[in-house]
C-alpha cells in the first residue's frame, strides 16, 4: 500500500539500481487501480538529492 496525498492506493514497487558507484537509483510505483499509472517516482542521484513525484488526483475525462 503506498500513502501519498491522493490517497491509499496498492502499488507495485520497481527498483533500478545504480550500475555504478556513480549511478542515479529510480524507483517507480504502480497502481493498478489507475490502470498502472505511475503513482510515485522517485530518484536519487549520486550526491543523496532527490525527486519525488507524487499522484496527488485524477480527474475523469
Not at 2 to 11: C, E, I, Q, T
Not at 14 to 41: H, M, S
Request: proline residues 10%; charged residues 25%; without cysteine.
Amino acid at each position: 500500500m503506498l500513502y501519498l496525498p491522493g490517497g491509499h492506493v496498492p502499488s507495485l514497487k520497481l527498483v533500478r539500481k545504480p550500475n555504478k558507484d556513480y549511478g542515479q537509483k529510480v524507483e517507480l510505483w504502480l497502481a493498478p487501480e489507475l490502470g498502472f499509472l505511475p503513482a510515485r517516482i522517485r530518484i536519487t542521484f549520486e550526491n543523496g538529492d532527490y525527486l519525488d513525484q507524487q499522484w496527488k488526483s485524477t480527474s475523469t475525462p
